[in-house]
Structure formats: structure tokens, C-alpha cells
């Protein structure tokens, strides 16, 4: 189907586990993004793509890896999973940037539990 | 860092009523964009206004902008139950349009 899919969309692990969130999206759109959603946070920027191999860190990136081998495809891997990690992740698309920032389309978001 | 602060951080009213909320930003921007997300999903984009624009309307959406005043305020008319969800202004970072900011969101109820 078309749009964006973020699997898995529930995941419980274990503190120093690496754990990988998938995000693929059928529009080929240039960007895309990863955030996460706390209470008392709101939405914050980890990692953020304008294309295929370029990457580049948001507002929270540490302890977050991404890679953009594919223009439909960014994967955020938690190298070492820790308990604040605890969130829900959010991935985004959008066909447009720079100063005619688009809107985003979202997935509907992997609710992550580190134990 | 988070550009947008949405006011009030929640509202509740009775269906029919409108429903008022209001974002403010620090810095200068190009444009504003306001987003709805529903319990346990994802964000859904409403309406982008940008800065040279001071008013703009989609079905029962009002968004308005002031740059001077560097706010920005989501009017929702004659509210409906189904509009019960959390409403969260963004914004691109400052000297980086390609990203958005968002702030932390109002929830809004509409009672039946």
C-alpha cells in the first residue's frame, strides 16, 4: 500500500539490547525524518535525511544511529537500548525542503518499551 | 531547540462551540504549519501558512499569522466530537527550513 509503515509498531526489550525501527515510504520523497514523542517533550528531532546517503543529526541523536542506503527506506537502530530511550518514534516524510518546506507525513509511530 | 508553544496546553468544550489555540515562536520564519494527531497515531498535517500570508481557511479551519507578534492562532468552528484529538504547531529550525519543530501540543476535548 501506499504511504509511509513503521514496523515493528510495538516493541519491548532489554536495557544494552540493540533494537532496529524501520520506516519505508512509497512516495519517494527526498527527506526524512525520525522523531520521538514524550510527555512533558513533545515531538524532538533525532535524525533527519535530505536524500539518499545524506544524513544528518537533529536535536536528540546520541545513542541513535541511522543509515539511508535507499530513498524509500531509513532505519534508526539503538545501538545500545537504554531506559530513557522508552518512547514512542515517529518517522516522517517529505517531498519538499529548504525554504518551501512541505508538509510532513507521518507513520503511525513504534511504541518502544526498554526494560 | 522546540520554536513553538502552543497555548492553552488543554481545552475543553462543548460540541458546536469553536475551539481557539494559539502557537508562539521565537525566531523568524518562512512559513507555520499546524498538525492534529489522534490517540495512539501518527501526526496528520492540517494546514501550512506562510509568512507573507496573514489568513488563510480550510473547511472549518482558520489558521491566522502575525510575524510581529510571532504567534500564530488555529480556530476550529462549530467543533464535533471527532475533532477530540491533540493539535501541535511546528515550525521550521532556525536556519534550517528542511526541519520542523514542533511544540509540545494542546489537547483538545469536545464533549457530545
Known amino acids: 500500500d501506499a504511504g509511509i509503515t513503521q514496523s515493528p509498531r510495538y516493541k519491548i526489550t532489554e536495557t544494552g539490547r540493540q533494537v532496529t525501527l524501520m520506516c519505508h515510504q512509497t512516495?519517494?520523497?527526498?527527506?526524512m525524518f525520525w522523531y520521538r514523542q514524550d510527555l512533558g517533550h513533545g515531538l524532538r528531532l533525532i535524525y533527519y535525511s535530505a536524500a539518499a546517503d545524506i544524513t544528518d543529526k537533529g536535536e536528540v541523536p546520541d545513542g541513535y544511529v541511522v543509515s539511508r542506503s535507499k530513498t524509500e527506506n531509513f532505519p534508526l537502530t539503538l545501538e545500545s537500548a537504554t531506559r530513557s530511550q522508552t518512547s514512542v518514534y515517529f518517522c516522517?516524510?517529505?517531498?519538499?525542503?529548504?525554504?518551501?518546506?512541505?508538509?510532513?507525513?507521518f507513520g503511525e509511530g513504534s511504541r518502544l518499551t526498554v526494560l | 531547540s522546540q520554536q513553538g508553544e502552543e497555548d492553552p496546553q488543554a481545552l475543553s468544550i462543548q460540541e458546536g462551540e469553536n475551539a481557539t489555540m494559539n502557537c508562539s515562536y521565537k525566531?523568524?520564519?518562512?512559513?507555520l504549519q499546524w498538525y492534529r494527531q489522534n490517540s495512539g497515531r501518527g501526526l496528520v498535517h492540517l494546514i501550512l501558512?506562510?509568512?507573507?500570508?496573514r489568513e488563510k481557511h480550510s473547511g472549518r479551519l482558520r489558521v491566522t499569522l502575525d510575524t510581529s507578534k510571532k504567534s500564530s492562532s488555529l480556530l476550529i468552528t462549530a467543533s464535533r466530537a471527532a475533532d477530540t484529538a491533540s493539535y501541535f504547531c511546528a515550525t521550521p529550525y532556525t536556519g534550517a527550513n528542511s526541519k520542523l519543530t514542533f511544540g509540545k501540543g494542546i489537547t483538545l476535548s469536545v464533549r457530545p
Open positions: 516522517a516524510s517529505s517531498g519538499r525542503g529548504g525554504s518551501n518546506t512541505g508538509e510532513l507525513f
Open positions: 512516495w519517494s520523497h527526498s527527506y
Open positions: 501558512i506562510r509568512s507573507n500570508e
Open positions: 525566531t523568524s520564519i518562512n512559513n
